[in-house]
């Protein structure tokens, strides 16, 4: 099946070459395409030394003893450091929590914890000598239990301050009084294994020591201010002595929130003087960040007969390993978006984040949405078959709208047109029955060993609720420095941002913003770094609308200056002027004369901020709350063959609408819901890092599994616009919604092909032949 | 052990003496700095680090330097000839095949290597008839670039831009549509 529009020949010449609304290509795309896009594995400055780091092999273990002496005599090692060289602040944290240590000391919470840090002058010494790095520990049984870390008392602390990240709760109506309403009760318990980003391009970055004592960091992260927060007192420097530039990032997802390797090689590098590059490899990837938190999830439904939910009773549990990450928050969203986009009367929720000793979760694409979808979805299919309804219509029956409010109270303010799009997802044509005389067209393809006796096909809904942009009265802004003169006799903006370009094009669209606002044909990126203004992160969904809207609002300021000298210079007022084509163009009087005329050897630059609408926090006690700045909506329609011998899957087809407010790049944005469909089916049927009391059993490519391109299904697409009106130009984040409905989509399929009750992803094949 | 080896890349005779124990991979990026192959995995998982080696394609972290003594290795960058980005280049390009980018050189290279298997009229394994000459379906694209990860997913695109690649016009002349007005610029 051919979904993709027939391709018109383009002048790759001029990259991105349109404005808002226009497919522009990548300004980067030309280097990526020609392997010529440096990204932070490839940077290379002679004379620079490579850091390995330490990690433990142990889940829980007191430190007794480090000894350093026999690896610091290794021929090739530089230095070795330990916590005791952290030269400031010992502990670190995304978004101001500092608990986690720069260097393990005292006590190591979670396998893989950095405890030591080696400079040498080539990869392998300095791996040797993190072999003759000695360490007694005394090792502890791990603490792996989410459930007692919630709600035992007597279960040993992980954190002094309590096994408890957060408690959030949300509290509406009167859930006992209302199951005396319900006449129908579906409940069932829902499990979301640990997910990983899996970023291609490991975490790797470049620290250069600078003559002034401070030091020049070239690394790949999503939030670079995020990171000088932390990085400035962890080496005890103030901010201005730390140049951090964006170096390519191969992908993120939510895994480089977090710091990494920058604290790191920035030690190693002001300990000797040299340059130094770290490089995790894929096996240490694997322990460098954090992941998808994993949920054990309680849901009960009451319903009237016709399918109308009278009451939810919730209890969500994240897993959030040893340190606090961005748990709160992840906490935050799946309480708020507990029961999706429905309309229930009366909820009671439960959203705990908990300490343990198992892996450190925190930010992955779809951010505590994604585990509560799976579990709500789930719900939703239960109590169709319990009121005899197909899935599409108990969806609509309960479906959210303008106008409703969700759970936490929040009145839904833009257009969400749920109960339509979930009818277009239903009328969507079906794809082909599978031709079981083919093996090629089975599950597991040409391995198949069957006849393919044991294939079923399922068709399944998921409708997924993702809120954009910071939330919970986080003073969410971008910033946008944009300056405009004439070079080569042509106008020129140029656009500068700390914002992160992680793949999903955000480079394209601030072009594409610049040219449509100042009318001028030539933009520059500048790099990313930290000598602009913070940016915020490249996450919740939130760059085309954060810094998007920086850029959109620099270059009005900076079309007012235009205009202003346009005015003047030609004697029109100011309205009935605007810039188009490089022209200045009178609505009565037509081209007046060129941008590059008007501007001569004048620079008009402007520097803005944005901040979305203020949110609130939610209610500590009711979880009451106008907590989201935006919300988006993605339905998809998942077909799946299942062999049912077997217990292979095969994703026949995926569909999703979804609703974007205004489309700004139709390929980058389509590009963005194949991505996150992509990673949905990864956690339906195959992701999963398996941990055994505190132990990550399949670090690696061969062991955890991601979808390659014959598990990936062609896609049908269906795009909606109906503007957000407090959006820049109407627009709604995209890059996560469709993550969190292709997990629900795919599962719902395998049950309708299966008639399991299949509880828990990913779905593994004993699952489905029962054989576990 | 060193050994002293040459290895034509991407056009020009590069001298290197290393440890035997290099792979071809480490030996391009960290001895040649060449870098438009990617490690992804090192362990021959991803694809990401894939180049032509005498016109076939390979995973370079699984081959040893040493190996290679001699031979022509092609990677994405040396498939721009005088400047013009090779026509399955700009597919990818125009049909937005990727998104981070990151396994995009590997997807190159693997795709430029498959598209000769398909001209030599080598079967995969989902092709119907062995004897005659293959014809480059969807399913064929799939089946014959698996071993290249994308986590981005730019998967759907990817088929597009090779389905594209592949259009009866340009069978017999793949620069094609490659109009000479155009300049690539970097
Ligand atoms: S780096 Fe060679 S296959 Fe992954
Ligand atoms: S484009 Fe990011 S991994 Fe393929």
Aim: proline content about 6%; aromatic content about 4%; charged content about 20%.
């Amino acid at each position: 099946m051919s979904v993709a529009p027939a391709r018109a020949p383009r002048d790759i010449a001029a990259p991105g070459g349109g404005g808002v609304g226009d497919s522009a290509l990548r300004p980067d795309g030309v280097l990526k395409v020609r392997g010529e896009f440096a990204y932070s594995s490839d940077l290379w400055i002679d004379g620079m030394l490579w850091g390995a780091t330490l990690r433990s092999p142990h889940p829980r273990a007191k430190i007794l003893s480090i000894d350093t002496s026999e690896a610091l005599a290794h021929p090739g090692v530089w230095t070795v450091l330990t916590h005791e060289d952290v030269p400031g602040r010992k502990h670190f944290g995304v978004d101001h929590t500092w608990d986690q240590p720069v260097l393990a000391f005292d006590e190591v919470r979670h396998q893989g914890e950095p405890i030591a840090l080696v400079a040498a002058d080539h990869p392998e010494t300095a791996r040797r000598a993190l072999e003759k790095i000695r360490i007694e520990y005394e090792v502890l049984e791990p603490l792996t239990d989410a459930r007692r870390a919630a709600f035992d008392p007597a279960y040993p602390r992980v954190q002094p301050r309590g096994n408890v990240a957060r408690h959030q709760p949300v509290r509406v109506g009167d859930v006992d009084a209302a199951r005396e309403l319900a006449e129908v009760v579906v409940s069932g318990e829902f499990q979301v294994g640990m997910q990983d980003q899996a970023f291609l391009g490991p975490e790797s970055g470049l620290a250069i020591p600078a003559e002034d004592g401070g030091v020049d960091l070239y690394v790949a992260t999503q939030w670079m201010h995020n990171d000088l927060e932390q990085i400035g007192p962890c080496l005890g420097l103030a901010e201005d002595k730390i140049r951090m530039t964006l170096s390519g990032v191969g992908g993120a997802f939510g895994g480089r929130e977090d710091l990494s390797m920058q604290i790191h090689a920035a030690m190693l590098a002001l300990r000797t003087g040299k340059p130094v590059k770290i490089v995790y490899n894929r096996y240490e990837s694997f322990f460098g960040h954090v992941h998808r938190h994993p949920a054990q999830m309680r849901y009960e439904y009451g319903a009237t007969k016709d399918g109308r939910i009278v009451y939810a009773d919730v209890e969500i549990i994240l897993d959030g390993g040893a340190y606090t990450s961005s748990t709160k928050n992840v906490v935050g969203n799946a309480a708020s978006l507990a029961v999706g986009p429905y309309v229930i009367p009366n909820v009671r929720i439960d959203a705990y984040g908990v300490y343990t000793n198992n892996p450190p979760c925190g930010a992955m694409r779809g951010f505590g949405a994604v585990q509560a979808c799976f579990a709500f979805e789930s719900m939703m299919d239960r109590l169709a078959d319990a009121c005899g309804l197909d899935p599409v219509t108990v969806r609509q029956v309960n479906a959210a709208a303008e106008g409703s409010a969700l759970a936490t109270g929040q009145i839904i303010w833009a257009p969400l047109p749920m109960a339509e799009m979930l009818q277009t997802a239903r009328e969507l044509p079906m794809p082909a029955p599978a031709d079981t005389g083919d093996l090629r067209d089975l599950p597991g393809g040409v391995s198949q060993t069957t006849h393919g006796e044991g294939v079923r096909r399922g068709v399944g809904y998921g409708v997924g609720l993702k809120n954009i942009c910071f939330s919970e009265g986080y003073d969410d802004y971008s910033t946008a420095r944009v300056r405009l003169e004439v070079i080569g006799g042509e106008p020129v903006a140029m656009v500068h941002t700390a914002a992160a370009e992680v793949g999903q094009g955000l480079v394209t669209l601030e072009a594409q913003i610049a040219r449509t606002e100042l009318g001028v044909r030539r933009v520059v990126i500048q790099p990313a770094d930290n000598r602009v203004g913070d940016a915020g992160s490249s996450s919740a969904s939130r760059q085309s609308y954060m810094t998007g809207g920086a850029v959109m609002t620099a270059c009005q300021a900076v079309r007012e200056g235009m205009a202003a000298l346009a005015a003047a210079r030609f004697g029109h007022a100011r309205d009935d002027l605007s810039f188009t084509g490089d022209k200045v163009v009178s609505e009565s009087a037509g081209v007046l004369g060129t941008i590059a005329e008007l501007l001569g050897d004048a620079v008009i630059e402007e520097t803005r901020e944005y901040h979305h609408r203020p949110t609130t926090g939610m209610d500590p006690v009711t979880g009451r709350g106008d907590s989201h700045a935006q919300l988006a909506l993605c339905v998809h329609r998942a077909v799946v063959d299942v062999d049912v011998d077997l217990g292979l899957v095969k994703v026949v087809e995926l569909a999703a609408v979804q609703d974007v407010g205004r489309i700004l790049n139709r390929v980058a944005l389509e590009g963005q819901i194949h991505g996150g469909s992509a990673q949905g089916l990864g956690l339906a049927v195959m992701e999963e890092i398996v941990v055994e009391n505190g132990r990550v059993r399949n670090p690696s490519f061969t062991d955890y599994l991601i979808p390659t391109i014959l598990d990936m299904p062609p896609m049908r697409l269906e795009i909606l616009e109906n503007a957000d009106p407090r959006a820049p130009y109407g627009l709604r984040g995209a890059g996560e919604p469709s993550t969190l409905s292709s997990t629900p989509a795919i599962v719902a399929a395998i049950r309708d092909a299966t008639g399991l009750a299949l509880t828990r992803v990913p779905v593994r094949p004993e699952h489905i032949t029962g054989s576990s | 052990m060193n050994a002293r080896i040459t290895l034509r890349v991407d056009g020009r005779d590069r001298p290197v003496a290393l440890d035997t124990r290099t792979t071809l991979l480490d030996a391009l990026r960290d001895r040649l700095s060449v870098t438009s192959p990617k490690k992804g995995c090192d362990h021959g998982q991803c694809g990401a680090c894939t180049v032509l080696l005498d016109g076939r394609r390979v995973v370079s972290c699984l081959i040893l330097a040493v190996a290679c003594d001699g031979s022509e290795v092609v990677t994405a960058q040396g498939l721009v000839e005088e400047g013009e980005p090779h026509p399955v280049q700009r597919a990818f390009l125009e049909e937005d095949g990727f998104q981070c980018g990151f396994c995009t050189p590997g997807q190159i290279c693997s795709a430029v290597g498959m598209l000769q298997e398909v001209k030599a009229g080598h079967p995969s394994q989902v092709t119907d008839d062995l004897t005659g000459p293959v014809t480059l379906d969807d399913e064929e694209i799939r089946e014959r670039l698996s071993g290249n990860l994308c986590r981005c997913g730019a998967y759907v695109n990817i088929v597009a831009a090779l389905r594209e690649e592949t259009a009866p016009s340009e069978e017999t002349s793949p620069r094609a549509e490659t109009s000479p007005s155009e300049e690539a610029e970097s």
